[in-house]
């Protein structure tokens, strides 16, 4: 039994960075980011640790399984109280390591940011606790009270640090970016924090435990009328259509890494409350409801791809793919079968570390062009050779290509589908295709074809971005390659899921 | 028909017409003048119910000291010759809901079977007793009633004072 | 004095202070004039005044603590009624109105 | 070298990709020498897989299905394994050697045509990935690998048709290529998971076996049958997603010789010949395969008479052989499209490093503005025309072989046969044409002509070496021959797929195809050698159907309307939908709504006392009101 | 009769002193000269820490005079929690009236007096007592909210505040009379026990005297649509008193409706639960949405000081042991971020002059500190996690949800998350809007930083280590239902 100090420190350090933070006159620039860096380093190691000190096939489902009483024996929970229960399954694990790893390359490349640097971190790494907080706990209240953390700091981070995008008929300003994600993240997790409530009185345990609740077998109604809270309130982080819209614009307002960490990452917490709120919480609730997930999902698919396909800004083009992108996600969480949520869980690690890259990117390009319309590039490989490789490992990897991480879990998410929805698994493979259509032309038009000579000072990647490019491209190749560390772990768990077939 | 009962519809009718005066008088000065005629036809229904201090009190404190202070700040602020300006636009309404609200309130009380009502003795209260209730068991209310009645005064004297005009400069 | 009870019933007192009451809710709903709020605000505490003391003399008359309260609310109004003229002073003084519908700025 | 150690050939030239890729500015000459031995090293270990399998086809006769090693690469447990696995059969001997050699032939001849380009390392790791890739194509046991290496080669194909990238074109094409053969690939994902679902594995064999004990339903069957029809068209550039071919030659010749001619488009051969036991299952299915590739093999015959880019016009009748394969395999013939496979690979690849050697030397393409260059360039010449006959299927030549073989096996279909028949003189056609306005007559622009001359030895040596082998390799046909090579079943065995004596020889067939293809090349000499007038006059007697042929039927066209026209209409639609409707109205809706409530509801405070006075009583009246009724 | 009293005046002791406090404060004023403007909010708050300390005597000890009030966990609790207030209160004063009021001495005095109102509204367990406890409250107030005499918006306010005062006052005491009718009796546990058995013979009037009970109280806690006062007394008050109208007013208010519904409405739970919950809804509804509409931060924190009554009025719908000591909790928590936000914004206005929205700009810059303790305490107010807010409010909608009120609890989640976008519109002007007038740091003085920190730090507290202060509550509490 490993120790679930482990997953402490991952909440903790970021926590404590945070407060350190504070008392680092704001002048101290470097030593801000160095520190910064540093911290991202270590929670990378970290995550790293704890995916592979993570065992396989233990009887325990949980690991690094511990708990620290909150509050104890108060009036209104019984005694029961609040624990801060900490522990992962493959699942968590793999979520894990991705925050991990988009968290030390967000650092990494918000090393670029120069304004209020000091504030920008402290609101980076309480986002950054929150999300490992949402991964590691195992209690509803924790759940949720990291949920809401990891959103809170985005606001001003993007209506800070953020940018603005004026098109020729419309604006989107960083301030109604920002606002519009926060309130629609918010406003979804008002229907989570109704379904805890809803769950917590139906269990009459007095706990907020969720393996404790687990054992719990709600009525068949009950489960019938909360999931679909869960599953809006989570799937709306998720992107979920009709619900996406904050994401194309939040993202594209975003300060790099804030895309990067929000693309990347917090997509994520909005699949993982579908399985650990809903699925494992409400398996009838959730069998009820999973075919109008699934054609949401496919929805998702093809609406975010086609509409990805329209974009002029670059940005919002990688925006409108994550929206795609989690739709995959969302079909395979609906399969209800191993093979299917096994790829909708890869596929949230690999558009994680893809998306985290495409972002990195693409806020690269608009730091020394300021401008991220795609007519505007051309013949970008002279100058930026890395770049482009960069981008294009990333561009096709979200075109589902073998040998990169997109394909094992696309493909997985296809075999999951089929089983279930043959003809909406064949509407996905098709949102594949679109991908490449768009992903293509971008990088035909932006990348190759004759160089612009309004571009020539354009340079090539810094050293940090360079380095952050790395880190995510050698996850993205190593799951496309072997993927099986990261299958074994997360198939495990995926079969204890309640309902799983 | 009783003394008292024809003592009591004597007073009942003063005091509404006192109150009708006070909400319908075209003048400010004849609207204080009605609210003394109410004041003093409550103090009687107080006698009615055997409790003269209080009566008196109410002659007293209310019909002397209130009412003139309430004179005085009518001539003070000098509205008291503008009839049209009287009377608010939302008197249908407020009518309206006054007259249900009394409405309701008369239908609730005489439908209500009071307890206590039936062997309903009254007795007078002897002013000793009254007294030392006052000052033994509601000790407390009496302190803060002159700690209100002690904030009344210091905010009266410090709202209503005029400031010397060096302090403006400060 | 004679006891009142079987003279007049309670009911009666109840329906003089509900009266009472009600033209004091419509004088403060109708007038403009601060200080005929102010009366008519008077009217209504009358009128709960003699509540209390009916009941206390019909209910439970060994108790008084109706005609205590009564004291008090007498007492309180008195210093309501000075307090509140301090205050009326006061706007008369810097907006020229005892007015109530002019005194209007603060709004939505 | 073991058949069952073939797994190890794909990993040679991968790990030259990553020691490019990784070291490729720090290696002298850019590690183009690594590539070279990676793929010289798989050569000999291809010839020796060759020989360990004729033995054991020796060994074992006819029965002998060949040698499978495979390893797990992910699992579900007990929901899925997913395997990586490699195959030795006949079919994938003829593939390995053709792969083998050509890549090789092709990376010694960029040696010289490649020198100096600015990327010239990277060029050199594709081509390895490429190779790695396409071994692994052959080899596969399974879909999963296969369409693994079949979307790796498609990415390769993209990164080398646009090595040119400062290049709008080039850009476009590789574009324009990786989508095309994408959409077939939609296609053919979706038929390996619908035969997944149905049988429970990727394994080709099994699939196949599990379809024939008939597990799989009817409808499922068709439709994976179909869809999977699609990759292979697409991949193989059959009509109608041929399209991306003749642009894909904005590549580097080398590439469109490797890639566009010998290897990666006959993977859709591949891919049906390995899987022609479904179609055969499915009723209409065989009939499918021959009348799509009846349809390209004629098109493109007309579409290559009137192309004046050199390159264009072997592209095109690299398309006309594609589709002649199909034709084979839809009459029931793959050991006849395998032959023609392994033939045209040669010839084909020399056709293109021929054009290739013409336009390094001249750095024009455009037949219009060469000719007369045999005097410059004899061996290019010599070596070209070998090729052109070949292609033109001129006896005793290879592609003379390869294609009697599949119009004997047409023989049964009347109808088919005419159509194969009538493309005989028209491939010869334009193959003279080719052939004669750049070798021959004039020289049309004298200045690069001057400067015409023959390249260094890396690039003659391989031609002359895939023109010897293009003389001599349709003879593999015949026992004898492969006896005397030493192989002891025969090679012919080998390219017929472990069937001893399937060469069918018919004399009638050959005498008539051999007539027709001398009256196509004396047309093409009449019209552009002797009488160079004659093309005038029939353009303006056939000006709308050379309109038709030169515009490629119009179908870029059509799919360029479809693409801007229709498919970014509907994309700019639901952007504005997305943007006006959804978010505009319905997100912003909602906080409109809310703010609008507010702004309604903040009228209650109108700042007069007597106003607020009478909401409170209101409150009371309506309360104690609702009290009393809730009473009764 | 007055030998079975208890009339054990030292458990007076510590308003004795505050009164005492007052005059101390008065006296100090009027005879020593120079301490006049610069040392009366330092004299206040020490003597309010003192008695404070003081009043830490009676914990646990449980005692009553002469029936009329209790001194118990519940009255310590809310001793001590009104007593901290005044001391910040006067603290964040000290500058303000300085720079722009006149008579220092009776202001802070009124200060203290009106903690003794708070005080024993809280305490009382009579309703002449409570009543009494209410004006004394109520008087200060009015008195307070017009201090800026010179001031129209100070003496508009004042008067909108003094006239529906005593216009609910009048209909609280016609509410009480009703009870004290159909009871019998003005003390809580008299009522309970008349009320425990049949009343179907004075039900109406007995649903009259709540009714008006509940509207007098509601004028006092500004719950809908007895609320119109609040945000016209909060925008024309001097802003310290703005900030102690909506912790120590309204938390009073709570604590008597509190004990008074516990005590003596619990036999008749039925009649009154839903009006409540109603008035919860409207409140809610009504304060958040019309917040959306807000360019003034005094107003706006008024109206979503209203949708906060909201909340807590949920508390009192579903008035059960759990509800009322996440209703202390809750209080708790919104008092010391609605404190930390107040200072923040009377800093700011000392230093700017300004106090429309909109005026924020820059603050980030030019006063960073402040900038993060008023984003803290927004985000804490509109239940963020980390800050009190989330876990106050978490436990109060869970206890209320718990009792089956959960239709209620939805619309406060949903409400708490509409007031979430105007804090942010806030937190949007702070950080992210440049400054108009200059970029240069404004010297925000030591002993603001020190309170806006010490503020902040509670915010943190509450809502990271809330332990302790679920205990205290509890405490608080546990006696009301016994």
């Given at each position: 039994m490993q120790s679930g100090y482990i997953l402490l420190a991952t909440i903790a350090v970021p926590l404590f960075a945070a407060v350190a933070l504070l008392f680092v006159p704001s002048r101290h620039k470097d030593a801000i980011r160095a520190f910064s860096v540093a911290v991202g380093f270590a929670l990378f190691g970290l995550s790293l640790y704890a995916f592979f000190a993570y065992q396989l096939s233990q009887v325990e489902q949980y690991q690094f399984d511990m708990r620290w009483m909150w509050i104890e024996n108060v009036g209104i929970l019984g005694e029961n109280g609040i624990t801060l229960h900490l522990g992962i399954d493959g699942i968590g694990a793999a979520m894990l390591l991705l925050t991990g790893i988009v968290t030390f390359a967000g650092t990494l490349i918000s090393a670029k940011i120069d304004y209020r640097n000091k504030d920008y971190f402290i609101l980076l790494f309480l986002l950054v606790a929150g999300v490992f907080g949402v991964f590691a706990s195992l209690d509803l209240f924790f759940w949720f009270f990291f949920y809401e953390l990891a959103v809170l700091p985005m606001y001003l981070l993007i209506a800070v640090w953020g940018s603005s995008s004026v098109f020729s008929t419309f604006a989107r300003t960083k301030e109604y970016s920002a606002m519009k994600l926060t309130m629609v993240l918010v406003g979804a997790s008002v229907l989570i924090f109704i379904g805890i409530f809803a769950v917590f009185v139906e269990a009459g345990l007095g706990t907020f435990d969720l393996p404790t609740l687990y054992e719990v077998e709600f009525d068949e109604n009950f489960q019938k009328i909360i999931f679909p809270l869960f599953m809006l309130g989570c799937g709306v982080l998720a992107g979920l259509w009709p619900f996406h819209t904050w994401s194309p614009d939040g993202h594209v307002a975003a300060p790099t890494a804030v895309s990067m960490l929000h693309a990347g990452v917090l997509m994520k917490l909005g699949a993982f409350g579908i399985i650990r709120l809903g699925m494992q919480l409400l398996p009838e609730g959730a069998e009820f409801w999973m075919p109008v997930l699934i054609i949401l999902g496919t929805i998702n698919v093809l609406y975010g791809a086609i509409s990805a396909m329209a974009q002029t800004d670059f940005k919002y083009m990688v925006g409108y793919s994550s929206v795609s992108h989690m739709g995959y996600v969302l079909m395979g969480l609906a399969t209800m079968n191993a093979v299917g949520v096994n790829g909708a869980v890869l596929q949230m690690f690999s558009h994680g570390v893809m998306t985290a890259l495409m972002f990195a990117m693409v806020g690269s390009l608009y730091d020394q062009a300021h401008t991220r319309e795609l007519a505007a590039f051309g013949g970008l490989v002279k100058r930026m050779?890395?770049?482009?490789?960069f981008f294009s490992i990333a561009g096709l990897a979200s075109l589902g290509l073998p040998g990169f991480s997109g394909f094992v879990a696309e493909f997985n998410i296809f075999l999951g589908v089929f089983r279930t929805y043959p003809a909406l698994g064949a509407l996905g493979i098709l949102g594949a295709a679109i991908t490449a259509v768009y992903i293509l032309r971008m990088m035909a038009r932006a990348f190759f074809g004759p160089e612009n000579d309004k571009w020539e000072s354009l340079q090539d990647l810094s050293r940090v971005e360079y380095a952050g490019g790395a880190v995510l491209i050698a996850f993205i190749i190593l799951m496309g390659v072997y993927p099986s560390p990261f299958v074994d772990r997360i198939a495990d768990s995926v079969l204890r899921i309640p309902g799983i077939g | 028909m009783t003394v008292a009962q024809v003592i009591f519809y004597v007073v009942a009718a003063l005091a509404v017409a006192g109150g009708l005066g006070v909400v319908l008088a075209k003048h400010a000065v004849y609207a204080a003048l009605f609210l003394i005629v109410a004041l003093i036809a409550v103090a009687g229904v107080y006698i009615l119910l055997a409790s003269e201090f209080l009566a008196l009190v109410q002659i007293l404190i209310y019909a002397g000291a209130v009412t003139v202070l309430?004179?005085?700040?009518?001539?003070?602020?000098?509205?008291?010759?503008?009839?049209?300006?009287?009377?608010?636009?939302?008197?249908?309404?407020?009518?309206?809901?006054?007259?249900?609200?009394?409405?309701?309130?008369?239908?609730?009380?005489?439908?209500?079977?009071?307890?206590?009502?039936?062997?309903?003795?009254?007795?007078?209260?002897?002013?000793?007793?009254?007294?030392?209730?006052?000052?033994?068991?509601?000790?407390?209310?009496?302190?803060?009633?002159?700690?209100?009645?002690?904030?009344?005064?210091?905010?009266?004297?410090?709202?209503?004072?005029?400031?010397?005009?060096?302090?403006?400069?400060? | 004095m004679e006891p009142v009870a079987q003279q007049i019933p309670l009911e009666h007192f109840l329906a003089l202070s509900a009266i009472l009451f009600s033209l004091g809710v419509y004088g403060v709903l109708t007038r403009r004039n601060a200080v005929l709020i102010l009366m008519s605000v008077e009217l209504m505490l009358n009128a709960a005044s003699i509540n209390m003391v009916a009941f206390a003399a019909y209910a439970s008359p060994e108790k008084f603590t109706g005609m205590i309260f009564a004291v008090f609310i007498i007492t309180i109004a008195a210093a309501e009624v000075g307090l509140a003229l301090a205050i009326i002073l006061r706007i008369f003084r810097n907006l020229g109105t005892a007015n109530v519908d002019e005194v209007d700025e603060l709004k939505w | 070298m073991n058949m069952t150690d073939a797994w190890l050939l794909p990993l040679l030239p991968a790990a030259a990709f990553v020691a490019l890729t990784l070291l490729g500015p720090w290696l002298p000459r850019k590690g183009d020498w690594l590539a070279v031995g990676a793929i010289a090293t798989v050569f000999v270990m291809v010839l020796l897989i060759a020989a360990d399998f004729t033995d054991a086809l020796a060994a074992h006769g006819e029965e002998f299905a060949g040698a499978a090693n495979s390893t797990q690469w992910l699992e579900v447990p007990g929901q899925l394994e997913l395997r990586l696995g490699v195959h030795v059969d006949a079919t994938t001997i003829v593939m390995l050697t053709v792969v083998s050699f050509v890549a090789l032939m092709v990376q010694v001849y960029s040696l010289g045509y490649m020198k100096g380009d600015s990327r010239y390392g990277w060029y050199y790791a594709v081509i390895s990935l490429f190779v790695a890739s396409m071994l692994a194509l052959v080899l596969a046991d399974n879909f999963l690998l296969l369409y693994f290496a079949w979307e790796l080669v498609g990415v390769c194909s993209y990164l080398l048709i646009g090595h040119y990238n400062h290049l709008r074109s080039a850009a476009e094409a590789a574009k324009k290529a990786f989508i095309t053969t994408r959409l077939g690939d939609v296609g053919l994902l979706i038929a390996i998971i619908l035969l997944w679902r149905a049988t429970g594995t990727f394994n080709i064999q099994e699939v196949i076996a599990a379809a024939e004990a008939g597990e799989v339903g009817r409808e499922v069957l068709t439709a994976s049958v179909v869809l999977l029809f699609l990759g292979a068209m697409g991949k193989s550039a059959q009509f109608p997603f041929h399209v991306w071919l003749p642009d894909a030659m904005e590549g580097p010749t080398p590439v469109s010789a490797l890639i566009h001619a010998a290897t990666m488009v006959v993977a859709g051969v591949y891919l049906v010949t390995r899987t022609l036991p479904l179609f055969q299952l499915v009723h209409g299915g065989p009939e499918l395969i021959l009348a799509v590739g009846l349809l390209t093999t004629f098109m493109s015959a007309t579409m290559g008479l009137v192309m004046t880019d050199i390159k264009k016009v072997i592209a095109y009748s690299t398309i006309n052989s594609l589709g002649l394969m199909f034709v084979a395999l839809g009459v029931g013939a793959p050991a006849a499209a395998m032959l023609y496979l392994f033939t045209h690979a040669f010839f084909k690849a020399l056709l293109f490093l021929g054009a290739g050697s013409v336009i390094h030397a001249t750095e024009r393409q455009d037949v219009s503005s060469l000719g007369g260059l045999w005097s410059k360039m004899p061996i290019t010449c010599v070596t070209f025309a070998v090729g052109a006959l070949s292609m033109a299927g001129l006896p005793i030549l290879a592609g003379f072989w390869a294609k009697d073989e599949i119009l004997v096996a047409l023989l049964d279909n009347k109808a088919a046969f005419a159509l194969a028949m009538a493309t005989v003189p028209l491939t010869a056609m334009y193959m003279a044409r080719v052939l004669i306005l750049t070798f021959f007559g004039d020289p049309k622009e004298p200045e690069s002509h001057e400067h015409a001359h023959e390249g260094s030895p890396f690039i003659f040596v391989p031609l002359v070496l895939l023109a010897v082998l293009t003389v001599f390799a349709g003879f593999v046909a015949f026992d004898q021959v492969g006896e005397l090579m030493g192989f002891p079943g025969g090679i012919g065995e080998i390219i017929f797929l472990g069937h001893p004596h399937a060469f069918h020889f018919d004399w009638n067939v050959a005498i008539g195809s051999s007539a027709l293809v001398l009256a196509g090349l004396a047309a093409g000499w009449f019209a552009w050698a002797a009488r160079p007038s004659v093309p005038g006059v029939c353009l303006s007697m056939l000006r709308p159907v050379h309109a038709l042929f030169a515009n490629k039927y119009y179908l870029d066209d059509i799919y360029q309307a479809a693409i801007d026209r229709v498919v970014l209409s509907i994309a700019r639609l639901v952007a504005w939908f997305d943007r006006n409707a959804v978010n505009d109205t319905g997100i912003d809706g909602g906080g409109y709504t809310a703010k609008f409530a507010g702004y309604l509801m903040k009228f209650q405070q109108t700042g007069k006392m007597p106003n607020y006075a009478l909401g409170m009583v209101i409150g009371v009246v309506a309360l104690t009101l609702v009290a009393f009724t809730l009473k009764g | 009769m007055s030998s079975e009293l208890n009339l054990d005046y030292s458990l007076l002791t510590p308003e004795f002193c505050l009164a005492g406090l007052a005059a101390l404060i008065l006296a100090l004023d009027l005879f020593v000269d120079d301490f006049r403007k610069s040392w009366l909010p330092y004299v206040a708050a020490a003597g309010l820490a003192a008695v404070l300390a003081l009043s830490l005597g009676w914990v646990n000890k449980e005692s009553?005079?002469?029936?009329?009030?209790?001194?118990?966990?519940?009255?310590?609790?809310?001793?001590?929690?009104?007593?901290?207030?005044?001391?910040?209160?006067?603290?964040?004063?000290?500058?303000?009236?300085?720079?722009?009021?006149?008579?220092?001495?009776?202001?802070?005095?009124?200060?203290?007096?009106?903690?003794?109102?708070?005080?024993?509204?809280?305490?009382?367990?009579?309703?002449?007592?409570?009543?009494?406890?209410?004006?004394?409250?109520?008087?200060?107030l009015f008195v307070l909210v017009s201090y800026a005499k010179h001031e129209r918006r100070s003496n508009e306010g004042g008067l909108k505040y003094m006239l529906l005062g005593a216009f609910a006052s009048a209909i609280l005491l016609y509410g009480i009379s009703m009870i004290y009718g159909t009871s019998g009796s003005t003390f809580y546990a008299d009522i309970a026990a008349a009320y425990a058995g049949d009343t179907s013979a004075f039900d109406?009037?007995?649903?009259?005297?709540?009714?008006?009970?509940?509207?007098?109280?509601?004028?006092?806690?500004?719950?809908?649509?007895?609320?119109?006062?609040?945000?016209?007394?909060?925008?024309?008050?001097?802003?310290?008193?703005?900030?102690?109208?909506?912790?120590?007013?309204?938390?009073?208010?709570?604590?008597?409706?509190?004990?008074?519904?516990?005590?003596?409405?619990?036999?008749?739970?039925?009649?009154?639960?839903?009006?409540?919950?109603?008035?919860?809804?409207?409140?809610?509804?009504l304060g958040n949405l019309v917040a959306l509409q807000q360019h003034n931060i005094k107003r706006l924190l008024a109206y979503s000081s209203i949708g906060q009554v909201g909340y807590m009025l949920?508390?009192?719908?579903?008035?059960?042991?759990?509800?009322?000591?996440?209703?202390?909790?809750?209080?708790?928590?919104?008092?010391?971020?609605?404190?930390?936000?107040?200072?923040?914004?009377?800093?700011?206005?000392?230093?700017?002059?300004?106090?429309?929205?909109?005026?924020?700009?820059?603050?980030?810059?030019?006063?960073?500190?402040?900038?993060?303790?008023?984003?803290a305490a927004l985000f804490s107010l509109s239940g963020m996690p980390l800050f009190a807010g989330f876990f106050t409010k978490f436990m109060l909608f869970q206890a209320v949800a718990d009792e089956g009120f959960l239709w209620l609890t939805v619309i406060a989640v949903v409400m708490s998350f509409v007031s979430l976008y105007y804090y942010l519109l806030v937190i949007r002007e702070i950080y992210v809007s440049k400054p108009e007038e200059g970029e240069e740091r404004l010297p925000v003085p030591a002993l603001i930083s020190g309170l806006t920190v010490a503020l902040t730090i509670g915010v943190f507290y509450v809502g990271i280590f809330p332990r302790h202060l679920l205990d205290v509550a509890e405490e608080a509490t546990k006696l009301l239902f016994a």
């Open positions: 050779p890395h770049f482009v490789a | 309430l004179l005085f700040a009518l001539m003070l602020t000098r509205t008291s010759d503008l009839p049209e300006a009287m009377t608010g636009a939302q008197w249908p309404v407020a009518g309206l809901v006054a007259a249900l609200l009394g409405g309701a309130i008369i239908a609730t009380v005489t439908t209500s079977d009071w307890p206590g009502d039936e062997d309903g003795m009254i007795t007078r209260v002897p002013f000793d007793d009254l007294g030392s209730a006052l000052f033994q068991q509601w000790a407390v209310p009496f302190e803060i009633a002159s700690l209100v009645l002690f904030v009344a005064l210091v905010g009266a004297i410090v709202l209503a004072r005029e400031d010397e005009p060096e302090e403006e400069g400060e | - | - | 009553d005079f002469a029936g009329l009030l209790s001194v118990d966990n519940y009255t310590t609790f809310f001793r001590v929690f009104f007593m901290a207030t005044a001391a910040v209160v006067a603290l964040v004063s000290a500058q303000f009236v300085q720079d722009k009021l006149r008579h220092p001495g009776e202001y802070y005095a009124l200060l203290v007096l009106s903690t003794i109102g708070a005080i024993y509204m809280a305490a009382s367990r009579e309703l002449l007592t409570a009543y009494i406890s209410l004006e004394l409250l109520s008087f200060c109406l009037a007995l649903l009259l005297g709540l009714v008006m009970v509940l509207a007098g109280l509601g004028f006092k806690v500004a719950a809908v649509p007895f609320h119109m006062w609040t945000p016209d007394a909060y925008e024309g008050a001097p802003l310290p008193i703005t900030a102690y109208l909506s912790a120590t007013s309204k938390v009073a208010g709570f604590a008597l409706l509190l004990r008074l519904f516990s005590g003596a409405f619990m036999p008749v739970l039925d009649d009154w639960q839903w009006i409540v919950a109603a008035l919860a809804a409207m409140t809610m509804v949920m508390a009192i719908a579903a008035l059960s042991a759990a509800t009322s000591s996440a209703l202390l909790l809750h209080m708790t928590g919104y008092v010391i971020t609605n404190l930390a936000a107040f200072t923040c914004i009377i800093a700011w206005y000392n230093l700017t002059g300004r106090d429309e929205i909109s005026g924020f700009r820059g603050m980030a810059e030019r006063t960073p500190l402040l900038a993060a303790a008023l984003t």
